[in-house]
């Protein structure tokens, strides 16, 4: 079969490597070739998708200067386009020619140093990620055939993950050498990927298919059907439960439920005059309902109240004398059973918002449960899915009572009140929630992350300043100095010496030199140049923030007290270090971390014992005005026993010492949360059981 054409496309000038076999050569450039015929096709319609999206934000724009960004992106398009797909395709050429060749070895890991992280490059990369776990659950066997018949036809193991060339990884790499190029601000990146996930990677199939036919039809594993292997489900991811921790019992079905129910109600009186409502009847006159909710929210907490407005709607504008319309016994039971876990689940979320936000659910759900029986008995029926995620976005993202980001869901909950309940409009509203409660996770740890390594450069620069101290002082335990060049060795250049020991380590040529000038301020060695002494002691008491002036002053009398006034303290000399006591230490204060204490009380020992190895245990501090908020122990120092709070958004709130957090957690005032393996949802349900299980009557639905 040739399927070379001469003249489409540019020629492949790279041969395939001269150690294959010449099959091997012909297959894989037949593959380059099908490669080159098929991807040009959805590039262009990414490129298209992208053009139309930048021209719907910059319609969108609120001022000029973002119009232009995006027009600006446009033209930018026009002219690199071509480039662009050129650069992807010979990306992915590249990737078929190097399989089977060893791994590039990694270059030196760079010096690590302390920077803010960019939050729309930590968006992308997260947004990269996503896009790869996607794709590659959308792979399927096509995917796994084709790792095998490359593999095959190069003599290595199976292909897969990053070493497969036509795989998400490889188009994700080949989008992020592509993209570069093109010079896009951070957040355009981010709509030109929405556009070849959406075109481009998740379209894969037929390329897949395409090249699996053709190497099939040439002799490669023709006969090759790969088959899925058992595996268990796997579980949502939640946090590992303390060693004390008992494993949760199974939620109880939706029959169960029923059972419990009927039996602590006793017989249903039946009225033999009356008919039960049709499913259109039921969704109708429960959306009536949800719309007129707000003249009286106190009805959804009352089972028996709820049930009277919707038979009231069901009857609405008929005759005096037609046959009352009721519920049924299902929907009655449905009313009941979701009154009663909306209860449950309100109770520990004390936050208005956080009410609001399920007020606003549970009518919704209601009808789900009454269309659906089976939202009783599926674990993982969507709508109780969608609960569960809303149940999260709740308990962790309202509980500061913050209506913005309550704002942030009034699209989601708009669709879930005015659309009928189905199970494709929860999958739909699960994914977009999904994805909200990922963007607010990615920021609250980007401000986290930076909050954690501020408190952690402190305590480097902490502990270098305290060896700093020490080394200083056995110097001038040698050589002892006056009192007016000790104060100005302390209070300045012991700075200097902190700051060199942070950057640059203390085996580094610049702190032994920092060291030797030290002993030449002391008179233990000889001044030598003092013009090129003066100039370095300038040059370190700048770097700790002093100006130019009062650099070169503090550097004169460094230099004047150890040459000429060794053992003297005139009041010209004292003059400096009697500021520097003033003002404190050059370049800002620094609060000296004590070290930990050698004793602890009982649960102060075993809360240093665990945080000095895990810190982000999460707490809950009772405010003064009865409130109860949770705060993270985002940061914790073993050596100085103190710890950061942080909210829920990964915004600072305090330090606190571990004594104090111990001292609060012993008088009731902090209480630290558990970790859990199970769902507020799977609890509540739990919780719901075991309270229909009480022989105490409730407030029946009488029919």
């Not at 023709?222 to 579980?235: G, I, K, S």
């Not at 049924?328 to 009313?335: N, S, T």
């Not at 199970?423 to 929630?433: D, F, R, W």
């Not at 008179?523 to 700790?544: C, D, H, K, S, Y």
Request: aromatic share 4%; proline share 8%.
């Amino acid at each position: 079969m040739d399927v070379e054409q001469p003249g489409r496309h540019r020629s492949i000038t790279d041969a395939p490597p001269a150690n294959w076999p010449a099959k091997t050569r012909r297959l894989i450039d037949e593959t380059r070739r099908l490669c080159r015929d098929w991807l040009p096709g959805p590039l262009r319609q990414c490129l298209a998708d992208f053009d139309r999206a930048l021209h719907e934000q910059s319609a969108r724009a609120r001022n000029h200067l973002d119009q232009q960004r995006y027009q600006a992106t446009r033209q930018r398009l026009v002219q690199d386009r071509q480039a662009f797909e050129e650069r992807f395709i010979d990306c992915i050429d590249q990737g078929l020619m190097r399989m089977g060749a060893p791994a590039a070895a990694k270059a030196p890991a760079a010096r690590l140093t302390l920077s803010l992280l960019d939050p729309l490059e930590h968006e992308m990369t997260a947004a990269l990620d996503q896009l790869v776990a996607r794709s590659a659950a959308r792979g399927g066997p096509l995917l796994v055939e084709l790792g095998y018949r490359l593999a095959v036809l190069v003599g290595i193991p199976p292909l897969e993950g990053e070493a497969m060339p036509l795989g998400p990884q490889a188009m994700v790499k080949a989008f992020r050498d592509s993209s570069t190029a093109l010079g896009l601000p951070a957040e355009h990146h981010l709509l030109l990927l929405q556009a070849v996930e959406g075109k481009l990677i998740q379209g894969l199939t037929p390329l897949h298919e395409v090249v699996n036919n053709h190497l099939a039809a040439a002799g490669i594993l023709p006969r090759l059907r790969p088959f899925p292997l058992p595996r268990t489900p796997r579980q949502p991811r939640r946090q590992r439960p303390l060693p004390a921790s008992p494993a949760p019992e199974a939620a109880p079905s939706g029959t169960d439920l029923r059972e419990l129910l009927a039996r602590q109600r006793g017989p249903r009186p039946v009225d033999a005059h009356a008919r039960f409502a049709g499913a259109e009847e039921l969704q109708a006159a429960l959306a009536t309902l949800q719309t007129s909710r707000h003249a009286d929210p106190g009805v959804l907490r009352h089972a028996q109240r709820l049930r009277e407005r919707l038979v009231d709607q069901l009857n609405a504008g008929r005759p005096i004398d037609a046959v009352p319309i009721l519920p049924g016994p299902q929907a009655d039971d449905a009313l009941v059973l979701v009154v009663r876990l909306f209860d449950i689940l309100q109770r520990p979320l004390p936050p208005a918002v956080a009410h609001a936000l399920l007020d606003r659910t549970q009518l919704p759900l209601l009808r789900a449960a009454v269309a659906d029986e089976g939202f009783f008995d599926r674990r993982e029926h969507p709508a109780r899915l969608l609960l569960d995620q809303l149940l999260a976005a709740a308990r962790d993202w309202l509980d500061e009572g913050d209506v913005g980001q309550l704002a942030a869901l009034e699209p989601l909950l708009e669709r879930l009140e005015r659309e009928q309940p189905t199970p494709n409009l929860y999958s739909e509203l699960g994914t977009e929630l999904e994805r909200l409660l990922a963007q607010w996770q990615r920021k609250a740890q980007a401000a986290e992350r930076r909050h954690v390594e501020a408190m952690q450069g402190r305590e480097r620069l902490e502990q270098a300043r305290q060896r700093a101290s020490e080394l200083l002082a056995g110097l001038i335990a040698k050589a002892p100095p006056g009192a007016a060049l000790r104060a100005l060795l302390e209070h300045a250049w012991s700075d200097v010496l902190a700051l060199t020991l942070l950057r640059h380590g203390e085996q580094s040529e610049t702190f032994a030199r920092r060291l030797v000038i030290t002993d030449q301020l002391l008179g233990r060695l000889p001044p030598g140049n003092l013009g090129t002494l003066q100039a370095e002691v300038e040059a370190g008491l700048q770097q700790i923030g002093m100006h130019g002036e009062e650099a070169t002053h503090v550097a004169q009398r460094l230099i004047g007290a150890g040459a000429v006034l060794h053992d003297a303290d005139e009041p010209g000399v004292t003059d400096p270090a009697m500021r520097l006591r003033q003002r404190g230490a050059p370049g800002g204060p620094i609060e000296t971390a004590s070290a930990a204490p050698a004793v602890f009380p009982a649960e102060a020992l075993r809360l240093h014992q665990r945080l000095g190895q895990h810190a982000g245990a999460w707490f809950e501090f009772t405010e003064s005005d009865g409130r109860r908020v949770r705060r993270k122990l985002a940061w914790y120092s073993a050596r100085a026993a103190r710890g950061l709070l942080v909210t829920r958004q990964g915004q600072r709130i305090e330090e606190i010492g571990l004594a104090e957090l111990a001292q609060a957690i012993a008088t009731g005032k902090v209480r630290e949360i558990p970790a859990v393996n199970e769902s507020d949802l799977d609890r509540a349900w739990r919780t719901l059981a075991d309270s229909l299980r009480q022989p105490v009557p409730i407030p029946g639905v009488r029919s």
